[in-house]
């Protein structure tokens, strides 16, 4: 019995002694297992009427292999929240500006108010 390792290749996991089952004590049912069984003598082997086994969980994909991107909507979608900042960062400096006139306007009309009745 053949393992199938993470590189892809297989590598001699087991072997069976005349008429016996396999016994794999050290496998995880949680973790996913791919054998290949076939039959080995000195005359060679008989791979191509090997047959696989699997144990455990199957792999899962986490990210899936084709996402489809929807690159225009994408692009609108950048472009328009640095559209809505640009809009929020001229508004924010329009409205500390104006308030920066006014404190001007009222500390200048108070003074000339104040200078005036002293004069009277």
């Given at each position: 019995?053949?393992?199938?390792?993470?590189?892809?290749?297989?590598?001699?996991?087991?072997?069976?002694?005349?008429?016996c089952?396999f016994i794999?004590p050290?496998?995880?049912?949680?973790?996913?297992?791919d054998?290949?069984v076939?039959?080995?003598?000195?005359?060679?082997?008989?791979y191509?009427?090997?047959?696989?086994?699997?144990?455990?969980?199957?792999?899962?994909?986490?990210?899936?292999?084709k996402?489809?991107?929807?690159?225009?909507?994408?692009?609108?979608?950048?472009?328009?929240?640095?559209?809505?900042?640009?809009?929020l960062?001229?508004?924010?400096?329009?409205?500390?500006r104006k308030?920066m006139?006014?404190k001007?306007?009222?500390t200048?009309?108070?003074?000339?108010r104040?200078?005036n009745k002293?004069?009277?």
């Open positions: 019995m053949y393992k199938r390792q993470q590189n892809g290749s297989y590598s001699e996991y087991a072997r069976l002694k005349a008429n089952a794999l050290d496998l995880k049912p949680e973790l996913y297992h054998f290949r076939f039959t080995k003598n000195k005359y060679g082997d008989n191509e009427r090997s047959y696989s086994i699997k144990v455990g969980k199957p792999k899962v994909d986490m990210i899936p292999k996402v489809p991107i929807y690159w225009p909507y994408l692009a609108l979608f950048v472009i328009g929240a640095c559209l809505g900042l640009l809009v960062i001229y508004c924010s400096c329009h409205k500390m308030s006139l006014n001007r306007e009222t200048e009309n108070f003074e000339r104040f200078s002293s004069s009277i």
